[in-house]
């Protein structure tokens, strides 16, 4: 118990933060960005707004769980599945921290390839999603409190009451829609760390095909920022896990969560929650597999 509480609180101090930036930036999304603007970019089924959502993302400095809040926000905003699903694995999976860690501790190799693959993945997972029958999200008619005309519409509030609706938004409206999994998601990632005795095991048994699965079922069940992941992936190959097998926890980790897995069915469903981990799962082990035979 005393094991678990203690990593509970480890992943409450890194995640807090990062879901506060996350629901923060939902709400000044919300407020500020025009609903036909996500209209005109993300929520068409065509190659710019897919483009548009992956650059977005490795752009954005937040995980997996500060990502949540933010495509859900474009999800009530009207953008179609393509944009999203490539926004949930580009935001997560890169970073400019993420990127210069991994060239000190693993090289430029590990680098360059990452960077492209994260692209590849966003990419080819927003053409493919835009071909599932998606029911968008029905953007109501929104009425300015103030003057009760539609929005959007040139009508000038101080800032003060913009920044007081984004707060609302952010801490208020988003914890409540997704809040409950979130907090679940990370007990579950607790409890897997608390009870998975992994180091002499990794150590003497990870080799081979063996290697990868162990990187899929790590990386698809635990919680690993994109920056946290370098680290951990460079023992796992100085103790003998093979580069194509962290390559692949690099790419998995990262992009998902139990929080993840619980937003996505809770908002999407459960076709589209099987079609985003058995993507990740598929291409984070070819993927892997490619790196490890170019080296």
Known sequence: MNNFILHLKHYLFEIIPALVFGFFLSGLIYEFLPTSWVKKNLGKGNFKSIFYATVTGTILPICCWGALPVAVGFYKKGSKLGPLLAFLVATPATSVSALLVTYKLLGLKFTIFIFFAVIFMG???????????????????????????????????????????????????????????????????????????????????????????????????????????????????????????????????????????????????????????????????ILGYIFSYLL
């Open 123 to 285: 990419m080819l997972i927003g053409i493919i999603g835009n071909c599932f029958p998606f029911r968008q999200k029905e953007v109501n008619q929104e009425f300015c409190p103030h003057c009760n005309e539609v929005l959007p519409h040139i009508h000038k509030r101080n800032f003060l009451k913009r920044m007081t609706s984004v707060l609302k938004f952010s801490f208020f409206d988003m914890p409540k829609e997704i809040g409950l999994e979130i907090l679940l998601g990370i007990a579950l990632a607790a409890v897997v760390a608390s009870f998975l005795p992994l180091g002499i095991w990794i150590r003497n048994n990870l080799k081979g095909l063996f290697g990868y699965l162990f990187a899929l079922i790590f990386g698809l069940i635990m919680y690993i920022c994109s920056t946290a992941t370098v680290p951990l992936v460079d023992a796992f190959i100085k103790q003998g896990l093979d580069p194509g097998a962290g390559m692949t926890l690099l790419l998995i980790g990262p992009i998902t969560s139990f929080g993840t897995i619980l937003v996505l069915k809770k908002e999407f469903g459960i076709k589209i929650l099987l079609f985003y981990l058995g993507f990740i799962s598929f291409f984070g082990l």
